[in-house]
T-cell receptor, first 111, second 115 residues
Framework: QQPVQSPQAVILREGEDAVINCSSS?????VHWYRQKHGEAPVFLMI?????EQKGHEKISASFNEKKQQSSLYLTASQLSYSGTYFC????????????FGQGTELSVKP | DAGVIQSPRHEVTEMGQEVTLRCKPI?????LFWYRQTMMRGLELLIY????????DSGMPEDRFSAKMPNASFSTLKIQPSEPRDSAVYFC?????????????FGPGTRLTVL
């Protein structure tokens, strides 16, 4: 049931782009994206609920495919502050907000 | 506004001792979640409450773990007796559950070390 994230780690130079994927074997109710910096708590980025949805702003956005089994997080023109571990959390159904998190993608942005 | 408050922030104890972790959710939130994070197992949901009622405790590792939510502003996670493999960061999160797909706000976590 745990979603699969890829890649596990990525190193970027400032200004480069990255895509992080989150895949489930089952159709999902929703996908949540969080970022966690070392030694800190996860911080919410966005939620996607509808198949085919795209959300976010110019720099950080996400999509949810039509089958609601895959989501991607897009980081554009990365900044040093984007460094951290990105997690997707998936809800299988609309029951109480139970999230199952992927193993995380460690993103390092270098000057 | 204050976010989710957890105490203690760090706890070092010896194997066999009882450990109690505390959480105060954001005022007005009606859902509360306890997570455990380790390098090996990642971020795992242990138990969650809606309107102070435990909904799903399938993530609780074993009977040594118990959680309570006596009112809307307080929850505890207890480990008795503690073991070295319980060493982890324990997060509490809360959300305002309306129709579904609601943002969870995480507390700063309690770093537990069991010697």
């Amino acid at each position: 049931q745990q979603p699969v994230q890829s890649p596990q780690a990525v190193i970027l130079r400032e200004g480069e782009d990255a895509v992080i994927n989150c895949s489930s074997s089952k159709a999902l109710y929703s996908v949540h994206w969080y970022r966690q910096k070392h030694g800190e708590a996860p911080v919410f980025l966005m939620i996607l609920l509808k198949g085919g949805e795209q959300k976010g702003h110019e720099k950080i956005s996400a999509s949810f495919n039509e089958k609601k089994q895959q989501s991607s997080l897009y980081l554009t023109a990365s900044q040093l502050s984007y460094s951290g571990t990105y997690f997707c959390g998936t809800e299988l159904n609309n029951q109480g907000g139970k999230l199952i998190f992927g193993q995380g993608t460690e993103l390092s942005v270098k000057p | 506004d204050a976010g989710v408050i957890q105490s203690p922030r760090h706890e070092v104890t010896e194997m066999g001792q009882e450990v109690t972790l505390r959480c105060k959710p954001i005022s007005g939130h009606n859902s509360l979640f306890w997570y455990r994070q380790t390098m090996m197992r990642g971020l795992e949901l242990l138990i969650y409450f809606n309107n102070n009622v435990p909904i799903d405790d399938s993530g609780m590792p074993e009977d040594r773990f118990s959680a309570k939510m006596p009112n809307a502003s307080f929850s505890t996670l207890k480990i008795q007796p503690s073991e070295p493999r319980d060493s982890a960061v324990y997060f509490c999160a809360s959300s305002l559950r309306l129709t579904g797909g609601n943002e969870q706000f995480f507390g700063p976590g309690t770093r537990l070390t069991v010697l």
